[in-house]
């Protein structure tokens, strides 16, 4: 796993990148991606011989890390015996991944229907709960990412939503918890539970209840901020669900597979869901898979009435192939146990020593391998350290801490004013110091921009 430099190779593979290859969310010019040579285990590195410990897993899917050699084994044997074939069939890799993603959700989750990826099944979990109650309207909370597909991006409650903003997607967004910067004016857990779901209730009355096809909620929001719901929230808002017959959608495409250190993230909060969204580290993204467990009574609506829906890679056998064998490395290897344990004893401490000694540490909250920390510019007055949504010159102090990051031998996570912790589920002990101890180095940059 020792990177050998090839700069030619990678100016080569940088060339066609910036001729050809239109980026995400960006402005074409004003990006520079790296040129990336290789992967390995938690690592990769660039054509310059440059290694990074990846705490960003990719976008959060990586979660057993690069290359797992069964992983690619199956995939590789999957491919020679079947490569792919359409989705009305019966296939082993798609009945077989059903079945074991339908084995670890909670309640009655116990039928799959299979997307490519996080942003559509978020699409069809929509469509689900609107055919299923006959109603338009959907919830979803402010500070939150659902995908990038119309509807999907219409949920979403960060800026990535206003260039595709409609005001006619019949979404409406209300306030969830999120005790350090409080729209409720509390000063416990208790009182911003309470209060957040009296917010939600009164939306609910003032939207009418007859109105509403479903909430949707990101378990623990993921590129929002890593809020952990205070206790009772989310069993408060099952309950606001069941009182006016509205769908409980819960998003886990960023919080499922391990990276809470549960299976799934609401096994942390004992609450079930009417339908559950999935992705990234079902397979840990080696190949593009995603979808929507569907309780008894929603899929019972489509028992004798056709699901409207579908696509043409819908359980493709590659990805349903790289899913069965993920989901038995996490089994055989413990790797959730691993998030969990290793998020307590080494992780948790680890950050909360940081934020004693950095001025530009708010907050650390998080769990299992999905940690965030939230810099600002005055501990006192919680002031961000960039403004919301910035760019340009007002996000330098961010771009200082990830450049440091970066030239410590990691790749940081970053979204505004926060820079999350997100390993690989299996990553080691040593490989969690190792990139504490450069978050360490990073975060004296982030410093020389506080009020001291």
Not at 257 to 273: H, I, K, N, S
Not at 376 to 382: I, K, L
Request: glycine share 10%; net charge negative.
């Amino acid at each position: 796993m020792t990177p050998q430099p090839h700069p030619q190779a990678g100016a080569a593979v940088k060339a066609a990148d910036r001729a050809h290859v239109f980026h995400s969310w960006s402005a074409q010019e004003l990006i520079d991606p790296l040129a990336v040579a290789g992967a390995q285990g938690s690592y990769f590195w660039d054509y310059d011989g440059n290694r990074y410990l990846d705490l960003s897993s990719g976008l959060v899917y990586t979660n057993i890390g690069y290359q797992h050699p069964k992983v690619v084994a199956a995939i590789q044997e999957q491919a020679a015996k079947l490569a792919t074939f359409a989705p009305a069939f019966a296939i082993e890799a798609r009945s077989e991944a059903a079945r074991l993603i339908a084995e670890r959700t909670p309640g009655d989750l116990d039928k799959i229907f299979f997307t490519n990826g996080g942003a559509d099944a978020v699409e069809h979990a929509v469509r689900m709960a609107r055919l299923h109650t006959g109603r338009a309207k959907v919830l979803s909370a402010y500070r939150s990412y659902h995908g990038g597909t119309q509807q999907a991006v219409n949920i979403t409650g960060d800026p990535r939503r206003w260039a595709s903003d409609s005001a006619s997607a019949g979404v409406v967004h209300f306030w969830a918890p999120y005790l350090y910067r409080s729209r409720f004016y509390a000063e416990t857990e208790e009182q911003e539970c309470a209060r957040a779901l009296e917010h939600l209730e009164t939306t609910i009355a003032f939207e009418g209840p007859g109105t509403i096809a479903a909430i949707v909620l990101e378990t623990v929001p993921g590129t929002a901020g890593i809020m952990i719901p205070p206790p009772g929230y989310l069993a408060g808002v099952r309950e606001l669900c069941d009182r006016h017959g509205i769908v409980f959608v819960l998003d886990e495409v960023m919080a499922g597979f391990g990276r809470t250190g549960e299976w799934f993230a609401a096994d942390l909060f004992d609450v079930t869901p009417d339908l559950m969204t999935f992705a990234k580290g079902v397979n840990s993204g080696y190949v593009p898979l995603g979808g929507v467990a569907i309780s008894g009574a929603i899929a019972q609506t489509f028992a004798k009435r056709p699901y409207p829906g579908g696509l043409t890679y819908s359980g493709h056998p590659l990805a349903c192939a790289a899913a069965v064998a993920t989901i038995g490395v996490m089994a055989e290897e413990g790797v959730v146990d691993n998030a969990k344990r290793l998020g307590a004893s080494v992780v948790e401490p680890g950050l909360r020593q940081l934020a004693e000694r950095h001025p530009s540490v708010g907050e650390v909250r998080g769990t299992g391998m999905f940690w965030a920390i939230e810099l600002v510019r005055d501990r006192e007055t919680r002031e961000p350290l960039v403004p919301y949504n910035a760019t340009g010159e007002a996000n330098a102090p961010m771009l200082a801490f990830a450049s440091t990051a970066k030239k410590a031998g990691v790749w940081p996570f970053v979204n505004m004013n926060r820079t999350h912790f997100v390993p690989p589920c299996n990553a080691s002990e040593a490989e969690l110091k190792e990139g504490l101890a450069a978050l360490d180095t990073a975060l004296s940059a982030a410093d020389e921009h506080t009020v001291r």
